[in-house]
């Protein structure tokens, strides 16, 4: 039986999704399964993934037709894994060669219900990457969450297979910010999450994926609010302020809708200044990049934020 379960979302996939498992294949701890759960690709997406089960048995395809990421997830974590730990990963991210040898140490100790690492953004080739995310020396928490969540993306999050269980796992009626909705109801729960300040996670910035709906992702926070709300969180002003700002990067980042990210820069301003410069320099950059972004050309903009 593997250690490592890896559960992979895909839908229409094909031009990403090799790399993926290619990743995956260069791991140097070899006890994993990958489950890549097909929701009804009409590209090469389940071809690709035959072809390489039949290179390698540790990865296998399963469907989840037309129900969502979230459905596809739960699917794989609680019925179809085999292993004592659960790493999620999106078929167009890109895992580190020692990530699942370094979470194989952090889940040495017990007490650890669920770790993360560091990210590297990147638009085409991973080793291009200039853009990191931080990770916090302390265990993850509901107001960390509430700010600027340091785990990112799913592709960054393993946990304990019965530790999922028991949080129920994901909504599937919710569609942006489910990770997020998870991850406070997972630490509300009382789940340990640690952080490991190694880069582990290659997350392919797209300007036409689920995460690039900013107004939407927006909007959907408040469903995780609402579950904050229920364990006594609510985001402050500074928290507030750090979240808006990390919209802003994120809009300059994905290099659309110029004024979404003066927009969301301005807000974070307005709730809280000392939030929004909690970090001096990412706050500086953030706003001076948000205006600048307004007057430079297109390609220019792309070559200078997608970094």
Same mark, same amino acid.
């Given at each position: 039986?593997?250690?490592? +379960?890896?559960?992979?979302?895909?839908?229409?996939?094909?031009?990403?999704? !090799?790399?993926?498992? #290619?990743?995956?294949?260069?791991?140097?701890?070899?006890?994993?399964? *990958?489950?890549?759960? =097909?929701?009804?690709?009409? =590209?090469?997406?389940?071809?690709?993934?035959?072809?390489?089960?039949?290179? #390698?048995?540790?990865?296998?395809?399963?469907?989840?037709?037309?129900?969502? !990421?979230?459905?596809?997830?739960?699917?794989? /974590?609680?019925?179809?894994?085999?292993?004592?730990?659960?790493?999620?990963?999106?078929?167009?991210?890109?895992?580190?060669?020692?990530?699942?040898?370094?979470?194989?140490?952090? @889940?040495? =100790?017990?007490?650890?219900?669920?770790?993360?690492?560091?990210?590297?953004?990147?638009?085409?080739? !991973?080793?291009? /990457? +200039?853009? @990191?995310?931080?990770?916090?020396?302390? #265990?993850?928490?509901?107001?960390?969450?509430?700010?600027?969540?340091?785990?990112?993306?799913?592709?960054?999050? *393993?946990?304990?297979?019965?530790?999922?269980?028991?949080?129920?796992?994901?909504?599937? #009626?919710?569609?942006?910010?489910?990770?997020?909705?998870?991850?406070?109801?997972?630490?509300? /729960?009382?789940?340990?999450?640690?952080?490991?300040?190694?880069?582990?996670?290659?997350?392919?910035?797209?300007?036409?994926?689920?995460?690039?709906?900013?107004?939407?992702?927006?909007?959907?926070?408040?469903?995780?609010?609402?579950?904050?709300?229920?364990?006594?969180?609510?985001?402050?002003?500074?928290?507030?302020?750090?979240?808006?700002?990390?919209?802003?990067?994120?809009?300059?980042?994905?290099?659309?809708?110029?004024?979404?990210?003066?927009? @969301?820069?301005?807000?974070?301003?307005? /709730?809280? !200044?000392?939030?929004?410069?909690?970090?001096?320099?990412?706050?500086?950059?953030?706003?001076?990049?948000?205006?600048?972004?307004?007057?430079?050309?297109?390609?220019?903009?792309?070559?200078?934020? +997608?970094?």
């Amino acid at each position: 039986m593997p250690k490592f +379960s890896i559960v992979i979302p895909c839908f229409n996939a094909a031009h990403t999704l !090799p790399e993926t498992l #290619d990743s995956l294949r260069a791991q140097t701890c070899p006890s994993w399964e *990958a489950i890549c759960v =097909d929701d009804g690709s009409t =590209d090469l997406t389940c071809e690709i993934i035959r072809d390489a089960a039949a290179r #390698d048995p540790r990865i296998k395809l399963a469907f989840n037709v037309s129900k969502g !990421p979230s459905t596809a997830r739960n699917l794989g /974590a609680k019925v179809l894994a085999s292993g004592d730990i659960i790493a999620f990963c999106d078929a167009d991210d890109v895992w580190s060669p020692t990530k699942l040898a370094e979470l194989d140490v952090a @889940f040495a =100790d017990p007490e650890v219900d669920g770790a993360y690492g560091q990210i590297a953004f990147f638009t085409k080739n !991973p080793h291009e /990457a +200039s853009v @990191f995310s931080t990770v916090p020396r302390t #265990d993850l928490s509901i107001p960390m969450l509430l700010g600027e969540n340091p785990v990112c993306t799913m592709s960054n999050m *393993a946990v304990r297979r019965m530790t999922f269980i028991a949080s129920q796992g994901f909504k599937k #009626d919710i569609i942006h910010n489910e990770d997020l909705e998870w991850l406070i109801r997972l630490v509300g /729960a009382g789940a340990r999450v640690i952080g490991i300040d190694k880069c582990q996670t290659y997350y392919r910035a797209s300007a036409h994926g689920l995460s690039a709906d900013l107004s939407s992702m927006a909007q959907s926070r408040e469903i995780a609010l609402q579950s904050a709300a229920y364990f006594g969180f609510a985001p402050t002003p500074w928290a507030n302020a750090i979240h808006l700002r990390y919209l802003a990067r994120r809009a300059l980042r994905l290099g659309h809708g110029r004024a979404d990210a003066l927009k @969301f820069a301005l807000q974070g301003l307005w /709730a809280s !200044p000392s939030g929004f410069f909690s970090s001096p320099k990412r706050g500086f950059l953030t706003i001076a990049g948000a205006i600048v972004s307004l007057v430079l050309p297109g390609r220019l903009n792309q070559f200078i934020f +997608s970094r």
